[in-house]
């Protein structure tokens, strides 16, 4: 009756009160395009290379059906159970699938272009070398996936659920996921690009993908690893963070006051995000601060101050450094106090005038003792007198630094 055509087979099909039953046939490299198969058993058909295009199957069974190397431009499937079909090789465009239910079936090598997917269970799946490109997901859900890799390209999803899912490569691009979670979701290799995933939850995502261009505003992260999102790159805004494992926001600042920031900095600004901790919010804070500065600074007399404030405490951060840079000072010091007394050559003999000194030099960087004390030549009571003025203003950084750790101690 299929063989006579798409009238013939609609005027059976009416005539039928019951499921029709096609199970096991062998429908292999037949065109059936424009056929309704409406209510009908398919269980382990084979439909193999056959042309299905512009055909619809409305409440069918199809488990075990063989759909490999099909043609399904612009086929329908409603409401049908498709548990282990093979769908590998088939190449659907302009399609639709509603209702669904995908468990098991084999997705390999699949071309989906311009297709819309609604209420659509897909799990157990195989879907190596599968392509989903220029469609629409309503309500999808995507589950228990054990490998393979997937491409995913200009594809806008409503409500897309993602559970303990592993690919071994992913790459997704330039596509939209609004609302749904993404739970136990393991992305082996692939690429991760302007990919915009608003208020979806997020739960244990690990990914080893390169991510750049996401927006992940108004969704929750939790128990994540941030480090592969490209977070210098991502948009972030009103975003929730919880228990998640962040990559170091800390630039690193060498001894000459050269900076370089975190490649892994968070772009959004941190004040726009939530459940980060005090001090974490300070320590990103203060780096987001220093790159806007570094930027800022044009001018080389402001590049030479900022460089000064890295070399001297890393931009207030570092008591350590400030006293290291002191002491070098201090000995410096000490050897144009000597110098000045027309002693420096004298140490070999006389070894006492290195500490009288580091005496001298301590005194006057700690104000105890003034260039007017002694009868100091003029160069003497010179050194003196910017010992004293070195001193005040060392004092003023120590105190600056040190006000600045005890409120980081006090927000901990």
């Known amino acids: 009756m299929l063989q006579a055509g798409a009238a013939a087979w609609v005027e059976y099909c009416s005539t039928q009160d019951r499921m029709i039953d096609l199970t096991m046939a062998d429908l292999a490299d037949t065109d059936f395009s424009g056929i309704l198969f409406e209510s009908c058993d398919l269980s382990g058909t084979n439909f193999d290379t056959a042309n299905l295009d512009r055909s619809t199957f409305r409440n069918c069974k199809a488990n075990n059906t063989i759909f490999s190397n099909c043609s399904l431009v612009k086929a329908e499937f409603a409401e049908c159970d498709l548990r282990q079909a093979d769908f590998s090789s088939a190449v659907l465009r302009g399609a639709s699938l509603s209702g669904c239910l995908l468990a098991g079936a084999d997705l390999s090598e699949i071309s989906v272009n311009k297709c819309k997917l609604i209420d659509v269970d897909i799990s157990n799946v195989s879907l190596d070398k599968a392509r989903l490109t220029n469609s629409s997901a309503t309500r999808v859900s995507i589950s228990h996936i054990g490998g393979g890799a997937l491409t995913v390209d200009k594809v806008i999803a409503d409500d897309l659920k993602m559970e303990d899912v592993i690919l071994s490569s992913l790459t997704w691009k330039d596509s939209q996921v609004t609302g749904g979670a993404l739970r136990d979701v393991d992305i082996g290799a692939g690429e991760l690009c302007k990919l915009t995933i608003r208020n979806v939850k997020i739960e244990r995502f690990a990914c080893r993908a390169t991510a750049t261009g996401l927006d992940l505003s108004v969704s929750e992260i939790q128990e994540s690893d941030l480090t592969p999102l490209g977070l210098s790159t991502a948009i972030m805004w009103n975003t929730s963070v919880v228990d998640c494992t962040w990559p170091p926001q800390t630039g690193k600042t060498n001894w000459l006051g050269s900076h370089s920031t975190s490649p892994n900095l968070l772009r959004q600004p941190v004040q726009d995000l939530r459940g980060i901790s005090q001090v974490l919010r300070r320590e990103i804070a203060d780096a987001q601060f220093l790159r806007e500065r570094f930027l800022r600074s044009t001018s080389l007399r402001s590049r030479f101050a900022l ?23 201090m ?32 005194e006057s960087f700690f104000g105890l003792k003034s260039a007017g004390d002694s009868a100091a030549s003029a160069a003497t009571s010179a050194v003196l007198t910017l010992g004293q003025l070195i001193g005040f203003v060392i004092l003023g950084l120590f105190i600056s630094v040190g006000a600045s750790s005890i409120s980081r101690l006090s927000a901990e």
């Not at 460089?307 to 000072?329: H, K, N």
């Not at 410096?332 to 000194?357: E, I, M």
């Open 307 to 329: 460089r000064l404030w890295g070399a001297s405490c890393i931009f207030g951060q570092s008591l350590g450094r400030l006293a290291v840079w002191t002491f070098i000072l």
């Open 331 to 362: 000995v410096v010091h000490a050897l144009a106090y000597l110098a000045s007394c027309h002693a420096l050559f004298d140490l070999r003999r006389k070894p006492q005038l290195a500490l009288t000194a580091l005496r001298e030099t301590v």
